[in-house]
């Protein structure tokens, strides 16, 4: 039996969906400075209420696992096709008074930006948690990768994650991502302790819980949790 691509239980592209439209994503990443935590939150529960207001997908979610911990905010406008990205969604007076603030306050830094590309045909709904694992396929191994993406992800939603799979696009390096989101911490552990019970995992994960991430088709770079911010 082939191995499956194997994700760690520490806990968001150029691939084209087969889907008519394929879903994109603009990736922010942010790191919080020293003693600003209460102002960025603040900020990004702004940006939140706007993005509802003018209709732009937006989620906003703070690391609770991964380099620099819960200092680091992801923010993601997500674009139901490359040309709704290309319509300018910022290009209105309440995004430009607010990226007018966002840009004045010293709260915040960014660490990177990047644009994705969704490879499966939906997102998640209503994630609690998000864990991120960042794959690299090995030269040549890119359908490898993607086939063996597509065979965990069948195992996972079976125990109740729902996953989502992208690629990183302008700004990233080729790099996979295999996100597993769960409606609350509660349901994360209940997913993994039925994964962990299952025949056909097991086969594959015979020192389960301990997971083994190596397969022949790509390498984990790394892994984050998530967890999205909800407005009052």
């Known amino acids: 039996m082939k191995k499956l691509l194997i994700l760690s239980s520490c806990l ?13 994503a603009d990736v922010w990443r942010y790191k919080v400075k020293p003693g600003h ?4 939150v603040k900020l990004f529960e702004e940006a939140l209420d706007i993005a509802e207001e003018v209709g732009i997908n937006t989620t906003i979610a703070q690391q609770s696992q991964g380099k620099d911990g819960e200092f680091i905010f992801h923010w993601a406008d997500f674009y139901e096709s490359a040309e709704a990205r290309a319509n300018s ?11 007018n603030k966002f840009y004045e306050s010293d709260a915040l830094s960014t660490v990177r930006n990047y644009t ?4 499966d045909d939906e997102l998640c709904s209503n994630p609690g948690v998000v864990s991120v694992y960042v794959w690299k396929p090995n030269p040549g191994m890119m359908s490898e990768t993607l086939e063996l993406f597509r065979s965990s992800k069948a195992i996972f939603e079976k125990h109740g994650f729902e996953i989502d799979m992208w690629q990183e696009g302008i700004g990233g390096m080729d790099n996979l991502q295999f996100v597993m989101c769960s409606v609350s911490p509660e349901e994360q ?9 299952d025949e056909d995992w097991l086969a594959q994960q015979p020192n ?17 949790e998530l967890t999205p911010i909800i407005p009052d």
Do not use: Q
């Open 12 to 24: 968001l592209s150029l691939v084209i969906s087969n889907s008519a439209l394929s879903i994109e």
């Open 37 to 40: 935590l209460e102002e960025a």
């Open 89 to 99: 969604p910022y290009d209105n007076d309440k995004h430009t008074k607010y990226l």
């Open 116 to 119: 994705m590309s969704l490879i």
């Open 189 to 197: 552990v209940k997913s993994i302790r039925s994964l962990n019970s």
């Open 208 to 224: 389960a819980p301990i997971w083994d991430s190596y397969n022949e088709a790509s390498k984990l770079i790394y892994s984050f």
